[in-house]
């Protein structure tokens, strides 16, 4: 069982680029290992540090200033490659939830098959985030997942977000896949003996 989401208030990171690649979130160079701990580690690797392994100061995940389980990224996140460790790193750093205004599918697939909750919001809305969380870096989002809806509480704005009932249902009972075949054997077993 993985933590089960419910309703999450935090302060966000903002990440305002568009076209932000499964390369960029997590370098070809560490997609050997077949173990997703220690991928949040390398999270954005070419841009947090330099070739030296110094830590970019420029870079958000390194400025203190910005905090918080949620990242709030640029349109068309998680483009490129179908690397599902570009998702393993984005759970690995800590964060639950990524909102865009669009999101690669596989990506977002991926995204929700570990325990990060995709949010697409309107153009509008994310230059609402990205503007509060500059005015603003200790502003808090809601994102209520049985609503499913998310809420700018400095400008109190909210917009309504979609999601597949079965990954909302999984989030929400901290189930992955395997857990629900589990949770539901006896059901899976009762249907085969009675369709022999």
């Given at each position: 069982m993985k933590q089960k989401f419910n309703i999450i208030t935090s302060t966000c990171v903002p990440l305002p680029l568009e076209n932000v690649d499964t390369d960029q979130i997590i370098p070809a160079r560490f997609l050997k290992?077949?173990?997703k701990s220690?991928?949040?580690d390398n999270l954005f690797r070419d841009w947090r540090y330099d070739a030296d392994g110094n830590p970019r100061k420029d870079f958000v995940l390194n400025d203190p200033t910005y905090s918080g389980c949620i990242l709030v990224a640029g349109r068309n996140f998680g483009s490129g490659s179908s690397r599902e460790h570009a998702a393993w790193a984005i759970?690995?750093?800590?964060?639950?939830v990524v909102i865009s205004s669009f999101f690669a599918d596989i990506h977002k697939?991926?995204?929700l098959n570990n325990f990060v909750l995709p949010v697409v919001v309107s153009e509008a809305f994310l230059a609402e985030l990205f503007k509060t969380i500059a005015d603003?870096?200790?502003m808090q989002v809601e994102v209520d997942l049985p609503r499913q809806k998310v809420t700018n509480l400095s400008t109190g704005h909210s917009e309504t977000f979609e999601i597949n009932g079965y990954k909302k249902h999984c989030l929400m009972q901290g189930l992955d896949d395997i857990d629900?075949?589990?949770q539901?054997?006896?059901?899976?077993?009762?249907?085969?003996?009675?369709?022999?």
């Open positions: 290992a077949t173990d220690g991928f949040g759970a690995g750093y800590g964060f639950r697939n991926n995204e603003d870096p200790k629900f075949l589990l539901n054997k006896e059901k899976i077993e009762a249907w085969e003996r009675q369709n022999r």
